[in-house]
Every structure is written in structure tokens, then in C-alpha cells.
């Protein structure tokens, strides 16, 4: 086994990084910078203005304005239907500044984000606010696909109920947040996109993903058809209690009562 930079042996049993199908010994590890999307140290780092570096595996791999976005998410409409979902045949996509897209859903004050993750660990990539689908600059085509099933499940439910989107921490909140969530999770399994699947688990924390875990555990026996109904369901009832009058607090305004 050699090093993909130096080209050295890496003996057996020694650390090495690995991804991309190769491997990278310590010292080159230590010594070299690192992709902000994929953290791999490349040997062609190049350095993206306002981000970071980016590696030779991710350019190429990456979404841009001059992508016809619809095209790549289309063919997942028919995924979306499974779940109950109509699709928004004409999106709006909005490619959004990194601190605002963070700020649109988090108001906590976190560190600067040194690498991508930094950012979903606790933020979506892709966030449906009133009309418009905000993009983070720079993302791969697996990551938009899964993030934007996540926000078109999102986009459906917050237009039902007459929402700007679906931030708020009263149960009807959760549980529909939870929902979207897992639609784009189990499309991450079913795509075989092992990063986003193991991102989503675990991430956004601050109770992004809602009550995903319910809808994770309940996949194991219900079908899609029958977990969408079990959903409207329970969501019918909470939007009448949780969302009439002021929609900043719900929870205060319900805790009362
Ligand atoms: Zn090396
Ligand atoms: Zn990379």
C-alpha cells in the first residue's frame, strides 16, 4: 500500500487516512490542508473563496448556478408520491450566503464552520422558507438530492398548513419536521448514499429532526402509504391546536391552556 501524495509505502497496521479508494500516510496527513467537503487531504487542493479547499474527488462533483437543478430532483417526484407528496413542479431555488442560511433555522451562536459538517451538524444544506428552496453554495449532487427530498416533503406540508416553513418546537412542529426528515433518510438507504444516510441519523442537532426516530422506528412495520396516513392523522389535530393565532409561540401560548 503507498500513499496517494508521496507515493511512500504505508506499512501494515500503520495510520493512514483513507477515501476516495486511497490511502494517505501521517506525516502527508498532518502536513497537508483539507477538502471542506470531504476533509480528504489532496494532492490538488484548490482554494475556494469564502470557503475553503476543495479536492480534486469533489470538483467536478459539485452543484452550481449553472445546473439545472429541476432535472436533478425530478426524478425523485415519483419517490415524493409514494409518501403522499406533490411535487412543486416549478421550485424556486435560491443559492444562499452560508451565515444566512444557518441563521434562517438556528439562532444559537456557533463556531465558524471550519469544515461542511461543522455546518450540518447542526443546519440543513437545503431550507424551504417561504417559496424558495435556499441552497448552500457548494454541495455535492448526492447531498442536494437527499437534503432536497428531505425539503420538498417539508415545502408540501408547510403549503398545507398555510406556513412560511416548519421551524417552530410545538408537537405539530416536530412531528411534521421529524417526517420530512425521514423521507429523505430513507431515501439516502434506498439510494445507497451511505454519507447522507449516517449524516441524517445523527444530525442536525437542536432538534432539527424533529421526531424522526418515531418515523424510523415505525418503517420497520408499517407501509409508506399507512405511515403518510398514520402522519396526516395526527397532524390535522395539532394544527388545530398549535397553530392557530401567534405562530412565534405556540408552546407558550398552548402551555396554558
Ligand atoms: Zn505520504
Ligand atoms: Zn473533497
Known amino acids: 500500500m503507498h500513499c496517494y501524495i508521496c507515493r511512500n509505502a504505508i506499512e501494515d497496521g500503520a495510520f493512514h487516512y483513507n477515501d476516495h479508494g486511497f490511502q494517505v500516510c501521517k506525516p502527508c496527513f498532518l502536513n497537508s490542508g483539507r ?4 476533509r480528504f487531504p489532496g494532492k490538488k487542493l484548490v482554494e475556494v473563496p469564502g470557503l475553503g479547499l476543495e479536492c480534486e474527488f469533489c470538483r467536478g462533483n459539485v452543484i452550481g448556478q449553472g ?3 429541476v432535472e436533478i430532483i425530478a426524478p425523485f417526484f415519483a ?3 409514494q409518501f403522499g407528496h406533490q411535487p412543486i413542479l416549478h421550485p424556486d431555488f435560491a443559492w444562499t450566503e452560508r451565515t444566512a442560511l444557518r441563521e434562517m433555522q438556528t439562532a444559537e451562536s456557533l463556531r465558524q ?5 461543522d455546518f450540518l451538524r447542526y443546519c440543513y444544506p437545503v431550507y424551504y422558507r417561504a417559496g424558495a428552496f435556499h441552497l448552500l453554495y457548494r454541495m455535492t449532487k448526492s447531498m442536494f438530492v437527499v437534503h432536497g427530498i428531505v425539503q420538498f416533503a417539508a415545502a408540501d406540508l408547510a403549503r398545507r398548513f398555510g406556513l412560511d416553513d416548519l421551524a417552530g418546537r410545538s408537537p405539530f412542529h416536530t ?9 429523505g433518510f430513507e431515501a439516502a438507504k434506498r439510494l445507497g448514499y451511505d454519507l447522507e444516510r449516517r449524516q441524517l441519523r445523527k444530525w442536525p442537532e437542536l432538534g432539527g429532526q424533529g421526531e424522526f426516530q418515531r418515523f424510523e422506528k415505525m418503517a420497520y412495520f408499517k407501509k409508506p402509504k399507512d405511515m403518510s396516513a398514520f402522519l396526516m392523522a395526527n397532524l390535522n389535530p395539532l394544527a388545530r391546536k398549535h397553530l392557530t393565532g401567534s405562530d412565534d409561540l405556540p408552546l407558550a401560548k398552548n402551555g396554558t391552556s
Do not use: T
Open 35 to 38: 477538502c471542506f467537503i470531504c
Open 67 to 69: 445546473d439545472d437543478l
Open 79 to 81: 419517490y415524493l408520491s
Open 113 to 117: 464552520e471550519e469544515f461542511i459538517d
Open 175 to 183: 412531528l411534521a419536521r421529524g417526517w420530512a426528515h425521514w423521507v
